[in-house]
């Protein structure tokens, strides 16, 4: 499997292609990481230093990509955090041109916006263009509970509400939608859960919480479900095989201290995931 990865990338710490590119090369998935910027750190921490990087030179670089003669060998165009207006244009040039060379191909959109905790932290048109124009030319989506609200202009609370907000989605455009951070009223305390759902049915999986922030944990998730299930075709499989290593990565990343997600220290999880949740039929 070959993916062509647009996204930010950080000296510093795990987030943007800085997290999804190594989990995905050690499941055996061959990265083209395409950087949206190249900061010291993610903006988290309040100072960075670094270059945002224009469209233009994405599209160059994207450009010399493509006269390398590799887009009809691309099976997945992924995106994740869109910082400006200008890079959606990129992008959406880009998944074009690469479905024009393979048809076969997908794009897996992380729609990043915000969270139920702080509310949309991006520009206030980005929620708009990602609504209006990229999850419409999306075949996966990968939003929390809060941006799937946004997004379908719904409110997703308990099962049957999260349900109908993501058939809305899936009416927008995307076939397939995984929804992380689902929080819903009757879970069990202490618990969080992901949902997944194509044509084919919906699941859901239950893990215990872990009390932390993780950033680039959704950039980690993203990039996993998506090539499991890019390689199997089964939304349950993949679910069941990307909790399992998010899981054991926030684990250890708890139990470290750090602030930073402990990637590399993780790289078990990701290759031979331990499979220790049960992903549960709802529809």
Known sequence: MKVLSIQSAVAYGHVGNSAAVFPLQRIGVEVMPVY????????????????????????AVIAGVEDRGAFPQIDVVLSGYQGGEGIADVIL????RVKAANP?????????MGNAKSGCFV????????????????????PNQFELGFLTETDPSDLDSTLASVDAARAMGPRTVLVTSVERPERPEGTIEMLAADDTGAWIVRTPHIPMKANGSGDVTAALF?????????????????????????????ESGERELQLVESQEAYAHPRMQFTVEQVR
């Open 36 to 59: 949206t910027v190249n900061f010291s750190n993610h903006t988290g921490y309040g100072a960075w230093g670094g270059p945002m990087i224009s469209p233009d030179d994405v599209r």
């Open 93 to 96: 040039d880009t998944v074009a």
């Open 123 to 142: 520009a206030p048109a980005i929620p708009v263009l990602l609504r209006e124009r990229v999850v419409p030319a999306a075949d996966i989506i990968t």
């Open 226 to 254: 998506t090539a499991h299930y890019r390689s199997t075709g089964s939304a349950a499989e993949a679910l069941a095989r990307t909790t399992s290593s998010v899981f054991d990565l926030l684990t250890r990343t708890h």
């Open 104 to 112: 076969d191909a997908v794009y897996a959109c992380d729609p990043v």
